[in-house]
């Protein structure tokens, strides 16, 4: 990303734009490439409130996992 870039997201973001970057997560851990562009796609079509695969949306770390901090283990 180019300054102008970063900048111009920002501004963007600042109005309330939703900045939905086509870039896979490796959370799933796909094993094809198909795997990676399915991710992508049903990203788009959730942003635009289009069911076609189901996607398990992140939660936040529970509970469990935010008692001990990446120092302590």
């Known amino acids: 990303f180019s ?5 111009n ?3 963007l ?3 309330g734009v939703r900045i939905v970057p ?3 997560a490796w959370y799933h851990n796909p094993q094809t490439i198909e795997d990676l562009v399915d991710f ?3 990203r788009a079509l959730d942003q635009l409130d289009i069911d076609c695969i189901p996607l398990k949306r992140w939660q936040g770390r ?10 302590d283990r």
């Open 22 to 24: 086509a870039i896979p």
């Open 9 to 11: 997201l920002t501004r």
């Open 62 to 71: 529970s509970n469990d996992s935010l008692k001990h901090s990446y120092h």
């Open 3 to 7: 300054l102008i870039h970063l900048r």
């Open 13 to 15: 973001a600042e109005t």
């Open 40 to 42: 992508v796609v049903a």
